[in-house]
Structure formats: structure tokens, C-alpha cells
Nanobody, 117 residues
Framework: QVRLVESGGGLVQPGGSLRLSCTASGSIFSLLGMGWHRQAPGKQRELVAHIASGGTTNYADSVKGRFTISMDNAKNTVYLQMGSLKPEDTAVYYC???????????WGQGTQVTVSS
């Protein structure tokens, strides 16, 4: 019923920037919140950033001051503006969404972010 579609990943040099987008579609539900997680090879999937529908945000310590999460509630879309990227940010980034009316969370397919010179 719900599909999360991500875009914006790619290859970037250290110190560069990328903006990820994720849109939830397929059914009309009320968003509780959306967020981004990432998983690098050999590591556990970890929270990067999360934003509740009311605007409350939280970030992993490793990205505070560099990444900004925002959400357009009307469009059911979450964005992750990533700046000052480091090689250790290289990972598959997954979009996550929770809804009031259905059990979740729901996950996107993941988008690769590679930071390399």
C-alpha cells in the first residue's frame, strides 16, 4: 500500500554536498514522522536523522552540524541536506516512514552515497 521512493544519491568528493529526497506514495495516510538511516559494509544500520510531523528533529552525533533533515507534510516528502561530506559517510541510505493508520515503519529501497576522491 505504501511505497517510499528515494533520489539524490551518487558520488561526491570529500567536502561536497548532496541532497536526498524521499516521497511516500500509494495510499493516503497521516505521517507520524520520516527519517534516514544508513548502512555501510560490515556495519549495522544506524539512524542518521529523523523528523516528526510536528517538526521535532534528532540527529546522529556523527552528522550534527553537517546534515539537515526537513519535511514537507503536504507532499509526504522528507529531505536530507548533506554537507561537508566525509568518506565515512559512504553508505546505503534508507528512507523510513511511520504512519498513524497503519503498522510500520516502512522503508525505501536505499540509495547509494559514495564519498571519495
Amino acid at each position: 500500500q505504501v511505497r517510499l521512493v528515494e533520489s539524490g544519491g551518487g558520488l561526491v568528493q570529500p567536502g561536497g554536498s548532496l541532497r536526498l529526497s524521499c516521497t511516500a506514495s500509494g495510499s493516503i495516510f497521516s505521517l507520524l514522522g520520516m527519517g534516514w538511516h544508513r548502512q555501510a559494509p560490515g556495519k549495522q544500520r544506524e539512524l542518521v536523522a529523523h523528523i516528526a510531523s510536528g517538526g521535532t528533529t534528532n540527529y546522529a552525533d556523527s552528522v550534527k552540524g553537517r546534515f539537515t533533515i526537513s519535511m514537507d507534510n503536504a507532499k509526504n516528502t522528507v529531505y536530507l541536506q548533506m554537507g561537508s561530506l566525509k568518506p565515512e559517510d559512504t553508505a546505503v541510505y534508507y528512507c523510513k516512514a511511520g504512519f498513524r493508520e497503519i503498522a510500520g515503519p516502512y522503508w525505501g529501497q536505499g540509495t547509494q552515497v559514495t564519498v571519495s576522491s
